[in-house]
């Protein structure tokens, strides 16, 4: 008889089932949750912000509205007073305090000029009085007549996206 080797005598090796993907481990489970947490305050707060700032994207668009208005009828006047009024509104909304409501002339031109950190506004014609008298021509402090549109349309939209309260 031959001497066999005892070690044939035993089983292969069994190996051990594998590591299965459910359920998760505790620490899984705690990262699930922080990840879902920062989720819902990221968006939370983007959507705060944009719901604070939708009026300031409400104005520009009506900015631009207005400005083409002015390519139709071509009154530099009515540009300007309608560009004021959606300013004031605009204001009115930002600033709720009451004390926009009753400025005007240079007090509404110093108001805009400090608000939005834009010093163009203490010297434009048609952010202060001389708009509501069509007798006397709105001017630029430097530049030509045909400057003026764009002028007040970039100033009413530079106030609307800078303005702070």
Not at 28 to 50: E, H, K, N, P, Q
Not at 53 to 69: C, F
Request: proline fraction near 8%; hydrophobic fraction near 40%; charge should be positive.
């Amino acid at each position: 008889m031959a001497l066999q080797n005892p070690l044939d005598q035993l089983r292969p090796n069994h190996l051990p089932d594998p590591v299965g993907l459910w359920p998760p481990a505790i620490g899984w489970w705690v990262l699930a949750f922080i990840g879902i947490a920062l989720v819902t305050l990221v968006t939370f707060y983007f959507w705060r912000r944009w719901q604070k700032n939708r009026y300031r994207s409400e104005a520009l668009l009506q900015a631009r509205r207005i400005h083409a208005d002015y390519q139709l009828h071509q009154s530099l006047h009515r540009l300007a007073n309608e560009s004021n009024e959606l300013l004031k509104r605009v204001a009115l909304h930002a600033f709720p305090t009451g004390e926009v409501a009753g400025l005007s002339g240079a007090c509404w031109s110093q108001f805009l000029a400090d608000t939005g950190d834009i010093p163009e506004f203490l010297n434009h014609s048609a952010f202060n009085n001389d708009r509501y008298n069509p007798q006397i021509p709105l001017t630029l402090p430097h530049g030509t007549p045909d400057e003026m549109p764009a002028n007040v349309y970039e100033l009413t939209r530079r106030w609307i996206k800078r303005h702070h309260a």
